[in-house]
T-cell receptor
Framework: ETGVTQSPTHLIKTRGQQVTLRCSSQSGHNTVSWYQQALGQGPQFIFQYYREEENGRGNFPPRFSGLQFPNYSSELNVNALELDDSALYLC????????????FGPGTRLTVT | EDQVTQSPEALRLQEGESSSLNCSYTVSGLRGLFWYRQDPGKGPEFLFTLYSAGEEKEKERLKATLTKKESFLHITAPKPEDSATYLCAVHAQGGSEKLVFGKGTKLTVNP
């Protein structure tokens, strides 16, 4: 069974640029959630995708957007990067019959300079 | 608003010294409480899900318990490899599928 994978591992961007992060869900999972984790904090929910549609969103501005593809993989796009966007971005997948047990990938470390 | 508070923020134990981590939560209705382990620079690793007060789950040296207001993660005779940050999260009723996390407890076990 393949776990959740994310790419890239690390990324350095300049303020104002745009970034795309990618996630492949665990085998058998059709729901993907994205979280932002600042240093020393718990993960904060960005949004969730189920069957290619957004299924809930946290308190993040519209410049954070996402997609889910027919194979259940997902992308997180962030436009107009700000210094405060520097964080570990985590993707988690889950199965609808799994009691919302979410399994996380290794994360993408984004640094905005 | 759903809230999760974990205590202590940091805990240092000697190898073999048992202790407990606390997770207090305030939610409109609890659908599930989750414990994760996170090593530095890595994604959280799923440990347990608890659904109702009185429920208990065990895995090796870890035991999680749940009441109507809090959950405890008991660590029995810890080893240095148990050193990590332990995160607690809740899934609340109301239609959203998000998990609300606490800030975590950083556990260090010295040999």
């Amino acid at each position: 069974e393949t776990g959740v994978t994310q790419s890239p591992t690390h990324l350095i961007k300049t303020r104002g640029q745009q970034v795309t992060l990618r996630c492949s869900s665990q085998s058998g999972h059709n729901t993907v959630s994205w979280y932002q984790q600042a240093l020393g904090q718990g993960p904060q929910f960005i949004f969730q995708y189920y069957r290619e549609e957004e299924n809930g969103r946290g308190n993040f501005p519209p410049r954070f957007s996402g997609l889910q593809f027919p194979n259940y993989s997902s992308e997180l796009n962030v436009n107009a990067l700000e210094l405060d966007d520097s964080a570990l971005y985590l993707c988690a997948s889950s199965a609808p019959q799994g009691g919302n047990e979410q399994y996380f990938g290794p994360g993408t470390r984004l640094t905005v300079t | 608003e759903d809230q999760v508070t974990q205590s202590p923020e940091a805990l240092r134990l000697q190898e073999g010294e048992s202790s407990s981590l606390n997770c207090s939560y305030t939610v409109s209705g609890l659908r599930g409480l989750f414990w994760y382990r996170q090593d530095p620079g890595k994604g959280p690793e799923f440990l347990f899900t608890l659904y109702s007060a009185g429920e208990e789950k065990e895995k090796e040296r870890l035991k999680a318990t749940l009441t109507k207001k809090e959950s405890f993660l008991h660590i029995t005779a810890p080893k240095p490899e148990d050193s990590a940050t332990y995160l607690c999260a809740v899934h609340a009723q109301g239609g959203s599928e998000k998990l609300v996390f606490g800030k975590g407890t950083k556990l260090t076990v010295n040999p």
